[in-house]
């Protein structure tokens, strides 16, 4: 049956053609094995992995010591920059100071551009046969050169706890505005605080929650491309002027000091139960079942109004592996990057121990936890909307965070709000 899931899952978001984290960790193995592909006597060499999903940090490093087991000749060293660092502004200093990593993370579309000279063709790769369509887009240029592995499909909203719905005596979760409102009071009235908002981090607000009005758009492209010409405008478009409700509600109806919670307290206010929702992605799910293993959580989306488009919820690729065509270790990298997705080991951390949906179709999506199986749920029934922010102008997800800060600060106005994202798209395009 689930076989059957995944299958039409796959179907529909090819269909849908869609666009689309986090402290410090720094390690290196020493481990080696009998290996099948090398000769003992051949030269060790070191990758240099830089990465930037914290939530995987350990199962990665645990993956990579058995991928030098299996090949003798190669070492990993890992290192992790994600959450609350901007992992970015690191790897352009990495790039500066000559340190340059050998694998690396790169969003695509206009990122891809920023780093196109870095990149090494991995057209040819032999994973790339067993590649979904829309795990191609991204990091595909327009002469149809792939610059980049997809590190996974995810897909965010907000997570809602079943058994905190059920003790308020909500029957049905929400799918507009307006059932949200009727669902954040009955949790008010029931002394259950309905959001653990995280707005001490740019990313969860300037990128993830922004996107919702970009990607509700009858043509996210077209506005986005509108934007850039002057022909569209943040001010007076509708969906940006609903977008205030969305963040009026989180923080009315939310945690105390949503300006100083970050990730870590964000995801561990929701998995202890002290809220009944959480604007994350699946992505939290280890960590919330580190918390709480009997979870009982589900996806919701953020809706903007009380249209049958506000049921959906956006489902891309996160972000994607990358290899520097200049590095000296390019084939053993190449050789890393193949093992992840194709064998066995590779494919069981994927599913099982980082919790992905695999964007290959040779990788079977076992051990899915709730949250993955309700962005299937979801995609099935294509209530998905794409993510646009690597679509953005570079540096604009942080500008637009520290805007919606200073509203929920009270410094300024909504109407200023609108403004200063203006301001920012036209100051960085």
């Known amino acids: 049956m689930k076989k059957r899931l995944f299958s039409t899952c796959l179907s529909m978001i090819m269909a849908v053609g869609l666009m689309a984290g986090c402290s410090s960790n720094e390690s290196g193995n020493s481990s080696a094995g009998e290996g099948t592909q090398t000769e003992k006597n051949e030269e060790v060499v070191t990758l240099n992995f830089f990465q930037f999903k914290v939530e995987i940090a350990d199962q990665l490093q645990e993956m ?194 949503p300006l100083t919670t970050d990730y870590n307290t964000q995801v561990t206010l929701f998995a202890s139960g002290e809220t009944a929702m959480i604007q994350q992605g699946n992505w939290t799910e280890n960590m919330i079942y580190q918390i709480n293993p009997e979870m009982n959580m589900a996806f919701l989306p953020i809706p903007l109004n009380d249209e049958e488009g506000a049921n959906r919820i956006p489902v891309g690729v996160p972000n994607n592996w990358a290899l520097n065509k200049d590095s000296e270790h390019l084939e053993e990298a190449k050789v890393l990057l193949d093992w992840m997705v194709s064998s066995e080991t590779g494919q069981r951390y994927m599913t099982e121990e980082f919790a992905f949906i695999p964007a290959f179709d040779n990788i079977e999506p076992a051990g899915l936890g709730a949250l993955g199986e309700s962005i299937l749920e979801y995609s099935v029934e294509d209530k998905t909307i794409p993510w646009t922010w690597f679509r953005w102008p570079d540096g604009a997800n942080q ?31």
């Open 64 to 257: 990579l010591t058995e991928f030098e087991a299996e090949h003798p000749n190669i070492k990993v060293k890992l290192e992790t920059v994600g959450g609350g660092a901007d992992y970015g502004a690191a790897l352009k200093a990495k790039f500066a100071s000559g340190e340059k990593p050998d694998i690396f993370n790169n969003g695509g579309f206009n990122e891809l551009e920023l780093w196109k000279e870095h990149l090494a063709d991995l057209s040819n790769e032999p994973w790339v046969d067993h590649l979904l369509p829309i795990g191609k887009v991204p990091m595909t240029d327009e002469d149809g050169t792939l610059y980049g592995m997809p590190v996974n499909l995810e897909g965010y909203g907000f997570i809602y706890n079943k058994d905190l719905f059920e003790q308020a005596g909500i029957e049905e979760p929400p799918a507009t505005m307006a059932e949200l409102q009727e669902v954040v009071q009955k949790l008010e009235e029931n002394d259950i605080t309905a959001f653990a908002a995280g707005y001490a981090e740019w990313w969860v607000i300037g990128q993830h929650l922004l996107n919702i009005p970009f990607a509700q758009q009858e043509d996210p492209v077209a506005f986005i491309e509108g934007l850039k010409d002057g022909s569209e405008s943040f001010i007076g478009n509708k969906h940006f002027e609903e977008f205030k409700q969305v963040i009026d509600t989180e923080i009315n109806y939310g945690n105390s000091n």
């Open 399 to 429: 500008d637009f965070a520290a805007t919606i800060q200073e509203y929920v600060a009270g410094q300024i106005e909504y109407e200023e709000v609108l403004e200063k994202f203006q301001a920012t798209w036209d100051n960085l395009k």
